[in-house]
């Protein structure tokens, strides 16, 4: 285990923190769903959701065998941290 994990203690904030950036509403059809405060009284974004699922759905899932399951009517939401590579692999999928 890494000494930063060790030193850490259950609470505390992660050592790689990545705010929401707001070009990525855009770049990956996302909205926001819930926004607060923060201690410099400055607005921070803590949840967001994808608009391709909410409005196309998700796409349905083909197995190797030819076989299909059904689409799920479920929306992905977002939460901190929010990074790049997690918009990314969601749009792919």
Do not use: W
């Not at 059809?29 to 607060?36: M, W, Y």
């Not at 608009?51 to 901190?80: A, I, W």
């Amino acid at each position: 285990m890494s000494e930063l994990a060790k030193s850490r203690k259950k609470g505390d904030t992660p050592s790689r923190r990545s705010p929401f950036k707001r070009e990525h509403l855009l770049m990956f059809g996302l909205e926001i769903t819930q926004s607060g405060m923060d201690s410099q009284h400055v607005s921070t974004v803590t949840a967001v959701r994808c608009l391709f699922c909410m409005h196309l759905g998700r796409d349905s899932v083909e197995l190797v065998d030819g076989r299909k399951h059904q689409r799920t009517q479920n929306v992905k939401y977002f939460s901190p941290p929010f990074r790049k590579e997690n918009f990314t692999a969601h749009v792919k999928s």
